[in-house]
């Protein structure tokens, strides 16, 4: 066989090995042999090779990243959400008065993540941003099926962003372009 077509192999393992790995870290709130099954199965792969593309990338990181925290994480939201408001968001009301403090909570939200616990006068407290980080820790933490403490630890932020801009957990595209921006810029992956 010719050099060049050895060469186009390889190249195209190659690729398929960095598609199975971005893959695998996006479906990280599935559990992990869904997570890998379902990957090779799109990617029309052995499992066996995506376990390993898996694991490569689970040392790579583990030996050259720290580890995230959800303050990592509420920096990014917070800068998604409030971006350069004065006083990083403290205070801040938007959506046409519908939201509220550094991370834009909504009251269906609050009442959501407070349950019967929480009040009107405790909504209030959204404008300050420990009371928020609470609020939106509760929240994703009931909403995330999956571990979030693994998530928020990993930097696989996405599923959890959209999770906070949309009751439904459906998201919105424009906002998690936004988030995974802000990411970016932040310093996260």
Same mark, same amino acid.
């Given at each position: 066989m010719p050099n060049w077509y050895h060469q186009s192999i390889q190249?195209?393992?190659?690729?398929?090995?960095?598609?199975?790995?971005?893959?695998?870290? *996006?479906?990280?709130?599935?559990?992990?042999?869904?997570? +890998? %099954? =379902? &990957?090779?199965?799109? *990617?029309?792969?052995?499992?066996?090779?995506?376990?390993? +593309? %898996? =694991? &490569?990338?689970?040392?790579?990181?583990?030996?050259?990243?720290?580890?995230?925290?959800?303050?990592?994480?509420?920096?990014?939201?917070?800068?998604?959400?409030?971006?350069?408001?004065?006083?990083?968001?403290?205070?801040?009301?938007?959506?046409n008065g519908e939201a509220l403090g550094p991370f834009q909570i909504h009251f269906e939200y609050f009442w959501d993540a407070a349950g019967v616990a929480g009040t009107a006068d405790d909504y209030n407290k959204c404008a300050g941003l420990d009371y928020s980080k609470?609020?939106?820790?509760?929240?994703?933490?009931?909403?995330?099926?999956?571990?979030?403490?693994?998530?928020i630890a990993s930097g696989n932020w996405l599923p959890l962003a959209a999770i906070h801009h949309s009751i439904a957990g459906q998201g919105n595209p424009a906002y998690v372009a936004k988030f995974k921006q802000q990411m970016r810029q932040l310093g996260y992956r």
């Amino acid at each position: 066989m010719p050099n060049w077509y050895h060469q186009s192999i390889q190249q195209e393992a190659g690729i398929r090995e960095n598609i199975a790995a971005m893959l695998a870290s *996006l479906m990280m709130s599935l559990p992990a042999e869904e997570a +890998v %099954a =379902q &990957t090779a199965k799109n *990617l029309k792969v052995p499992v066996q090779q995506v376990q390993s +593309v %898996a =694991q &490569t990338q689970s040392v790579n990181k583990s030996q050259h990243s720290r580890t995230l925290t959800w303050e990592d994480f509420f920096k990014t939201l917070q800068r998604t959400e409030t971006g350069a408001s004065p006083n990083g968001g403290h205070g801040a009301i938007g959506d046409n008065g519908e939201a509220l403090g550094p991370f834009q909570i909504h009251f269906e939200y609050f009442w959501d993540a407070a349950g019967v616990a929480g009040t009107a006068d405790d909504y209030n407290k959204c404008a300050g941003l420990d009371y928020s980080k609470a609020i939106v820790k509760d929240y994703l933490t009931r909403k995330f099926k999956g571990n979030v403490e693994q998530a928020i630890a990993s930097g696989n932020w996405l599923p959890l962003a959209a999770i906070h801009h949309s009751i439904a957990g459906q998201g919105n595209p424009a906002y998690v372009a936004k988030f995974k921006q802000q990411m970016r810029q932040l310093g996260y992956r």
